[in-house]
């Protein structure tokens, strides 16, 4: 019998994907009745949401890339994009 447990990565992508079409719905319905056009405001609002859901999607990969290279080098993961201090107390 196949294994039917979801994996991390896919219930990330699901998770961002409805994140962003539930902002962006919202988004739609609040310019669409903002613009007196409620199918103008649905179409940016969708257009918003799917952006969203594609940036928090690379962010997602980008934590994950440097929370595996931080393991394989055994240093901590670098999340925000920092560069690691060389040694404790030296000036930049």
Do not use: K, N, Y
């Not at 447990?5 to 994140?19: K, V």
């Not at 103008?40 to 997602?60: E, H, S, Y």
């Not at 925000?80 to 930049?92: F, I, L, V």
């Amino acid at each position: 019998m196949p294994d039917e447990r979801m994996s991390g990565h896919e219930a990330r992508q699901r998770m961002t994907w409805g994140a962003g079409i539930a902002i962006g719905m919202g988004v739609g319905v609040a310019l669409g009745a903002a613009l007196d056009d409620m199918g103008r405001g649905i179409t940016l609002g969708i257009a918003i949401g799917v952006a969203f859901a594609v940036v928090m999607a690379m962010v997602g990969r980008r934590a994950d890339a440097a929370r595996e290279h931080a393991v394989d080098d055994g240093a901590q993961p670098d999340i925000e994009g920092d560069a690691p201090d060389e040694e404790p107390g030296s000036a930049r």
